[in-house]
């Protein structure tokens, strides 16, 4: 008898082989094996590979959790929130509820609530960020993969999970990684209803688009362009549906957006804690200015100038994502992804208005180009981690460009849905898979040469970089003109080996190394305003006698008797999302004329309840706390200090709740006489540390009368006991 051999598994577009379709059982071992394996019309590879990826991801992301301070300044927020459930609502930065932080609180419910479900540490505060990390590689790949195939989600997913900056910032409890996983959310929701038509995705992306802006405000409004633009063009529905839904889902963003502010602003400011940041007390304020146009437009912003002009990422300008702080960051495959990005809009230049593939071009090259141009103008307070939330933009290209230019370099045109009347035109697009590679290669390699010395580690990417890129353009070269399509499958691999082997480098730095918890940054340090990676965000340097960090309780520093709540000696800049500058220096290390950075002006120092000040130059070591503690009298706060640095110092070593009389860099308005009066008569507050001179008139005012009438406390400089008999 003859046997009849099975056909071969169908091609896909992209070369892979389907796999045939398993028997539908339809039941929970069906849809385990696809978890597992994938689905069936995937490659082999493709799953296992996904899941190694994920694997690589949480090890960077969680790598030796005992290392990670996180941001002091938010831990300190998140702890006072396991306290008090109107601090945890507000985002206030103490249990009492005086000032809250200076960002919308989705962030701190999101690592207050595991705090609450498992204790107050740093495996619990970490746990959601390596989380939301993975889980937004996880669902890049998916994105991806969609719309352009297997290969093109792994690379995209591969080149998120080795962002340099990516890795530093999840590795910290600052608000990103949960930005970036909701803008991804919202970026899913409305591809789905680009291609469906339907409302409901649109009205979920606007949903998801709006916790973002509930985490850190307009900067999840930087997509918001390309999104509109994007669903007007290429959304499979009538225009005037499309403008209708365009509509509905701008309303869904508005409520999700603003709800919490419309609340908090609604109530009355006697009954809620004063509004960090702003200038009026209230979260419009802080949006509009502190986060907003003063992000933007720095201190000259005409609207709220709170934004300050603080960079810690070089000087603004289209240069700046390459500049020496900024360049092993972020701009590793900028080169490859910004070629990808025009080429692949070539060769999709013909196709229908409902594409599902150019429309995704578009969207990720919209993600890449905003946030691009916003970085890298911003003139405000400008962070280097800010631009994690450029990396899904830069990954995407590089997955889906990627697979384009190699099959229109493979084939002279597209070979994707292309009619042969259009590959001429098409045929020099192939081109461009060899040029992106060599200026990714050469990029990196220049990139290295600048951390030379810096460690074999880096050496090694040197040379990987260098000979793999270079093995992957001879290799594509000479397999184009001999037809070897093997050979350039090889010269392919090459090149990802090529483009990821130094982001790779400063990836597993950022993971193994003792990260600053209020800047961080990937790598070696390279000079220069915020391209100090370590040493800085340390746990209140005053701390030893703490409630331990798994306990519940606020966690403990170390060493005894130094100064709580100013920079760490080693540190190049510490200094949280506030706002705060640089800690008394300039790029060329001393205090520009006039300046209040950190607490010094040209002259030396300033009053502890104004500038920029940690402390107004004012010892807060262990022992003060201590005493503190033990004549606290029922008072409902410990002390009132003058900023947010020394105030969530304090609150963790002790786990007593501190008022922070100025905000971040001390120019809030947040405590008054007639207030501090009023909380000293009630008993709810004993002790204000102040310091030595005046600055403002308020603030001036409050250490006047607080050196007239308190009782000094010797031990202690600038510490001061009140009594309900001092206020007259």
Do not use: C
Request: cysteine-free; proline content about 5%; aromatic content about 8%.
């Amino acid at each position: 008898m003859t046997t009849l051999a099975p056909p071969p598994a169908p091609v896909r577009a992209d070369g892979a082989r389907h796999r045939p379709a398993p028997p539908a059982d339809g039941g929970l071992a069906s849809r385990a094996r696809r978890l597992f394996t994938g689905a069936p019309e995937d490659p082999r590879w493709a799953r296992p590979a996904l899941w190694a990826i994920l694997v690589l991801a949480t090890a960077l992301y969680a790598w030796n959790l005992s290392s990670i301070t996180g941001n002091t300044f938010y831990d300190a927020a998140v702890y006072s929130g396991t306290k008090s459930w109107k601090a945890f609502f507000f985002g206030a930065l103490d249990a009492g509820s005086f000032i809250t932080v200076d960002k919308p609180p989705f962030a701190l419910w999101v690592m207050g609530l595991s705090a609450r479900a498992f204790g107050y540490g740093t495996w619990q505060l970490m746990l959601p960020m390596v989380a939301v990390g993975t889980g937004s590689v996880a669902l890049l790949y998916r994105l991806v993969k969609r719309d352009f195939g297997a290969v093109a989600g792994t690379i995209s997913a591969l080149a998120l999970t080795l962002t340099p900056i990516t890795v530093a910032i999840t590795r910290d409890t600052n608000p990103d990684p949960i930005l970036v996983f909701l803008m991804l959310l919202g970026a899913a929701a409305l591809l789905k209803s680009v291609r469906t038509g339907r409302l409901m995705p649109l009205v979920w992306s606007g949903v998801a688009i709006g916790f973002a802006f509930n985490t850190k405000m307009m900067q999840a409004y930087v997509v918001l362009p390309a999104f509109f633009l994007v669903y007007l063009w290429a959304a499979n529905a009538p225009l005037g549906k499309r403008i209708r839904n365009l509509a509905v889902g701008t309303v869904a963003l508005i409520v999700s957006s603003a709800w919490w502010m419309v609340v908090v602003d609604l109530i009355p400011a006697s009954s809620r804690p004063y509004i960090g940041g702003s200038t009026d007390n209230t979260v419009w304020d802080l949006v509009i200015g502190y986060n907003g146009f003063g992000r933007i437009f720095g201190a000259s912003s005409s609207v709220g100038s709170q934004g300050n002009g603080a960079s810690f990422g070089g000087e603004a300008g289209l240069y700046r994502m390459f500049n020496d702080t900024m360049g092993g960051q972020i701009s590793w495959l900028i080169p490859f992804a910004a070629i990808a990005l025009v080429a692949g809009l070539v060769l999709r230049g013909r196709a229908p208005r409902t594409d599902a593939r150019r429309a995704a071009l578009m969207l990720w090259g919209g993600w890449f180009v905003l946030h691009y141009l916003t970085f890298a103008l911003a003139e405000g307070t400008f962070h280097p981690y800010y631009v994690t939330a450029m990396a899904p933009g830069i990954a995407a290209l590089t997955g889906a460009g990627g697979v384009m230019l190699y099959n229109a370099f493979r084939n002279g045109s597209t070979a994707l849905e292309v009619p042969s009347a259009e590959r001429s035109r098409d045929r020099g697009m192939g081109w461009a898979l060899p040029t992106a590679v060599a200026a990714s290669s050469v990029w990196a390699v220049v990139l290295l040469q600048r951390v030379s010395g810096s460690g074999t580690l880096y050496t090694v990417a040197e040379v990987v970089a260098g000979v793999a890129g270079a093995a992957s353009v001879i290799g594509l070269l000479v397999a184009r003109f001999t037809k070897r399509q093997r050979l350039m499958g090889v010269a392919a691999l090459a090149a990802v080996v090529a483009l990821l082997a130094g982001p790779a480098a400063y990836s597993a730095s950022a993971a193994t190394s003792s990260t600053n918890g209020t800047n961080p940054t990937a790598g070696p340090s390279t000079g220069g305003m915020g391209g100090m990676s370590r040493g800085g965000g340390q746990r209140p340097s005053g701390a030893g006698s703490g409630p331990g960090t798994n306990s519940g309780d606020a966690p403990s520093g170390s060493g005894d008797g130094q100064e709580v709540g100013q920079p760490p000696s080693n540190s190049g800049d510490s200094t949280d999302d506030g706002g705060s500058t640089e800690s008394g220096t300039t790029e060329s290390g001393t205090a520009e004329s006039g300046s209040t950075e950190s607490g010094t002006t040209e002259s030396g120092s300033t009053d502890g309840l104004t500038g920029g000040g940690m402390g107004g130059g004012t010892q807060v070591s262990s022992a003060m706390i201590t005493y503190l503690k033990k004549n606290q009298d029922g008072a409902s706060w410990l002390v009132a200090v003058a900023t947010d640095q020394t105030a969530s110092s304090i609150i963790l070593e002790s786990g007593e709740p501190v008022i922070s009389m100025g905000g971040w860099s001390g120019s809030d308005n947040a405590m008054t006489l007639a207030k501090l009066k009023s909380l000293v008569k009630a008993g709810k507050l004993h002790y204000i540390v102040v310091g030595d001179s005046g600055q403002g008139s308020s603030n001036s005012e409050i250490s006047t009368w607080v050196k007239a009438n308190g009782t000094a406390v010797s031990d202690y400089s600038g510490l001061y006991r009140l009594d309900a008999s001092d206020v007259g």
